[in-house]
């Protein structure tokens, strides 16, 4: 018999870093590959954001990870086909189809990650009780932050490097996607031994939704889901932009308004000091909700998510590009997301309260999946429009519509606080 918290020190790392690895080198790695690869900014916006759809629209298929098998089962296999799919992009990288090959593979590996984060989202809940779900979030942001460092940071690293030492970023690229896909194989292997079977376990009842359509129904019935759903799509509305051209921005030259760093500066700058502070950030997150609630800590982590915005603008504007200064807003950045997103997720996990709670997170982070893609569609084509410090001011704008509507959520103040009621 399985009893809930088992072994979450360790399955909820682990789980969450597979989780992240490859949402980040579909929606930010491969960003900066297609660019180094001659790709223009306004293509990078348009493509890259397009790879969102799967986040987007996996609640269509979220009543099946309820319906069928077991969360452990899709997360175990769906990990294991996007470690496939990066393999093939490294092995078809230097073919004279390599851009609608590579690009049909981040689709296979989106796919494969949304599924993933169904399962693994609904494992969580399933797993933890409410007090230990509150108390883990922070960690589990900090490992999935962790992961997108490990991708946008170290990975990034290894194909500047390996730019420089065959002087050639096809090749580069193709050993270093080929590295990506052994990591997430890895991991793979290591969830299979670190989680528990909970869903096989008789010490832990199961909500199963009754029908496909239900899940559905019952989601958009609840009280104030208009304005919860309205919430969700702008919370990230000036992150959504700024994530998209932030590596372009550091990328091109200072003659078009960039800073001129090499691929391996950008890596090192996202994976060295950045990385210590993105684990404070967020698990200081998760540690304040536990301790006091969600209520308390919702504004100043809206704020601390939106604030590196401005620093960004103040970079474009004064064309400064000392590494100092542009480590220090990569550590606001890295800070500012781990300690604000703790309060994201958290606000999520109570819109998916109640039965079907699997198939409503999906359905809730479908909606900040939308959130995120349909403001990257255009921000390549607003970049080329109004220059990097046109763009970055706008980004700082775009972040107003989620403390207007932040007034009007409703939600148990003490809602993921360690042993007490919610009211």
């Known amino acids: 018999m399985i009893k809930k918290n088992k072994w979450a020190w360790a399955w909820v790392p682990t789980l969450y870093f597979a989780q992240g690895l490859p949402y980040a080198l579909v929606v ?16 990078l916006g348009l493509y890259t954001s397009l790879l969102y759809l799967p986040w987007v629209i996996k609640p269509l298929w979220s009543p099946f990870v309820d319906l069928k098998s077991t969360k452990r089962n899709w997360f175990l296999g769906m990990q294991l086909l996007a470690s496939v799919a990066l393999l093939a992009i490294g092995l078809t990288l230097p073919t004279n189809i390599f851009f609608v090959t590579s690009l049909a593979c981040f689709w296979m590996v989106a796919f494969a990650s949304a599924t993933n984060d169904i399962a693994t989202d609904g494992y969580y809940m399933i797993g933890l009780t409410e007090e230990k779900q509150s108390f883990f ?7 999935y932050k962790l992961a997108s460092v490990t991708g946008q940071g170290l990975l990034v690293v290894l194909a500047g490097t390996l730019e420089q030492y065959y002087g050639d970023n096809t090749k580069a690229w193709s050993m270093t996607m080929i590295c990506a896909g052994t990591l997430v194989l890895l991991m793979t292997i290591t969830n299979f031994f ?8 008789s010490s832990i009842t ?29 919370f990230r509305l000036g992150e959504s932009q700024l994530v998209k051209m932030a590596s372009p921005f550091l990328l091109d030259p200072t003659s078009v308004g960039g800073l001129g760093y090499s691929t391996s500066e950008v890596g090192t700058i996202y994976g060295t000091i950045g990385v210590i502070f993105l684990t404070v950030g967020g698990i200081l997150g998760g540690i304040l909700i536990s301790r006091d609630g969600l209520k308390k800590w919702m ?44 309060g994201f997720m958290v606000y999520l996990i109570y819109v998916a309260e109640g039965n079907s709670k699997t198939s409503h997170y999906a359905l809730a982070t479908g909606f900040m999946a939308l959130g995120m893609m349909l403001p990257g569609l255009i921000s390549g084509f607003m970049q080329e429009w109004l220059g990097y410090d046109g763009f970055f001011i706008w ?8 403390f207007i509507l932040l007034k009007f959520i409703k939600y148990p103040p003490n809602f993921g606080k360690a042993r007490e009621t919610n009211e």
Request: aromatic content about 14%.
């Open 28 to 43: 930010t790695v491969s960003v900066i590959m297609y660019k180094k690869l001659g790709f223009s900014n306004a293509d």
């Open 137 to 143: 979030v922070g960690l589990r942001s900090v490992f």
């Open 194 to 201: 670190t989680t528990p079977k909970f869903e096989t376990s």
């Open 206 to 234: 199961l909500e199963k939704p009754k029908g496909f359509f239900e899940v559905f129904i019952s989601f958009f019935k609840k009280p104030g889901m208009g304005m919860a759903i309205t919430f969700i799509l702008f």
């Open 299 to 342: 504004l100043p982590m809206l704020i601390s998510l939106n604030a590196p915005n401005a620093l960004y603008a103040l970079l474009a504007i004064t064309g400064t590009n000392s590494a100092i200064a542009v480590t220090g807003t990569v550590i606001v950045e890295q800070f500012g997301y781990g300690f604000g997103i703790a």
């Open 395 to 402: 980004v700082v704008l775009a972040a107003l519509p989620a």
